[in-house]
Structures are given as C-alpha cells and as structure tokens.
T-cell receptor, first 112, second 115 residues
Framework: GESVGLHLPTLSVQEGDNSIINCAYS??????FIWYKQESGKGPQFIID?????DKRQGQRVTVLLNKTVKHLSLQIAATQPGDSAVYFC???????????FGIGTKLQVIP | KAGVTQTPRYLIKTRGQQVTLSCSPI?????VSWYQQTPGQGLQFLFE???????NKGNFPGRFSGRQFSNSRSEMNVSTLELGDSALYLC??????????????FGSGTQLSVL
C-alpha cells in the first residue's frame, strides 16, 4: 500500500527565545537517553545524553530533563539561534550498544 | 580526526538489482552500525558490528545484510531491491569496546533511490 509520511511536530520559536522539545519514550528498561540534531543533508549529530540515575543534565546552552515516572524527556535550548534550526530526535538505548531506538523527531524552526 | 565516511553519497537503482554501501568509521572506532531513515518509518536500526562480528540485528528481512572488515570498515548489501527500500542509509561508529551506552557518530548517509 501507499506509505504515509510521519507527521513531524514542528516548533517555531523567535530567535533569542528558549525552546523546549518534548519526547515520550517507550521502554521502561531503557537506562540511557540521547538527543540528536539532524540538519538537512547531514546525519544525526550528538547533542547531549543522560543516564537513568539522573533527572537533569546541562551542556552548553542545552539542558535535558528526564522524568522516569511518566517516561518523558525534554530538551531545552537557551537563547535559540538560527543555526539551531534542524530536526531533533530523542533516542533511548536499553543497554543494547548501538541498537538505539529513535523517536519520530521534532522540527525546530527559528524565526529571525 | 576525520568523521564517518559513507560512499557513495547518492545511488539510483532499479527494482530487482542489488546494492552495496560502504562505511569507514572514525579512526580507532571498532563498532559500526547501520540505520535506515525514511519519511514513513523514521530512523530504524538495521544491524551492528564489532570486531567483524554482528552484535545486534534489527527487524529487517534477510535481503539486508552487512559485514565488517578487520580494519573496522563496514559494508551493507541489499539484494533484490524493492521500491520501499528507497531511503537514506546512515552508518554510525562508536569507540567503546565494553560500554553499552555510548554516543554514536553518524556519517552523512547514502541516499538510495529505487526506480
């Protein structure tokens, strides 16, 4: 049959504002979570990761929050810049080395 | 340090043909995995190799196969191509030998179009 494309959620933010991208994960056994950024024509690029024994981790302009009770992840980007425009994927890895399960992604559009 | 290199960048094939894609991991990395990315299914894990051995496998038919060489370079092969195999095929490498949780470094992918 005809394949239907995934409908990517889109988040539009004004340059300089903060962005929050949310993700629900599926496997309660997952103990490692990663956020990737994919720009057009490129492969996914690692942004930040968090292990299940933490609920928050900060990087440069990015913060990841983990709520294991409701199986929810969020990525916060401070002072969003045009270069942040991309598709963002959350991913979970239940201890399976490179066997990572990716979410459908969120498209972030930064309005100059 | 050079990143993950995938060749070719673009490929056009017809139904029924077979195709081989190549991946050179980051120097020193011994784990290589392959992912398929399509608009309909998103990013899906195909398989992973470490030290020339398949360590994990996703839910793809046997037409999809791979291998890894002693220098850690990897190839994946798709036989009897179908229209639905049109996708971006991504290769990733990581450097850990024992840590099951490590970030992946992706190449830019091979865009395969099956006509």
């Amino acid at each position: 049959g005809e394949s239907v494309g995934l409908h990517l959620p889109t988040l539009s933010v004004q340059e300089g504002d903060n962005s929050i991208i949310n993700c629900a994960y599926s496997n309660s056994a997952s103990d490692y979570f990663i956020w990737y950024k994919q720009e057009s024509g490129k492969g996914p690029q690692f942004i930040i990761d968090i292990r299940s024994n933490m609920d928050k981790r900060q990087g440069q302009r990015v913060t990841v929050l983990l709520n294991k009770t409701v199986k929810h992840l969020s990525l916060q980007i401070a002072a969003t810049q045009p270069g942040d425009s991309a598709v963002y994927f959350c991913a979970e890895n239940p201890g399976g080395y490179q066997k990572v399960t990716f979410g459908i992604g969120t498209k972030l559009q930064v309005i100059p | 340090k050079a990143g993950v290199t995938q060749t070719p960048r673009y490929l056009i094939k017809t139904r029924g043909q077979q195709v081989t894609l190549s991946c050179s991991p980051i120097s020193g990395h011994r784990s290589v995995s392959w992912y398929q990315q399509t608009p309909g299914q998103g990013l899906q894990f195909l398989f992973e190799y470490f030290s020339e051995t398949q360590r994990n496998k996703g839910n793809f038919p046997g037409r999809f196969s791979g291998r890894q060489f002693s220098n850690s370079r990897s190839e994946m092969n798709v036989s009897t191509l179908e229209l639905g195999d049109s996708a971006l095929y991504l290769c990733a490498s990581s450097g850990s030998q024992v840590n099951p949780n490590e970030k992946l470094f992706f190449g830019s992918g091979t865009q395969l179009s099956v006509l």
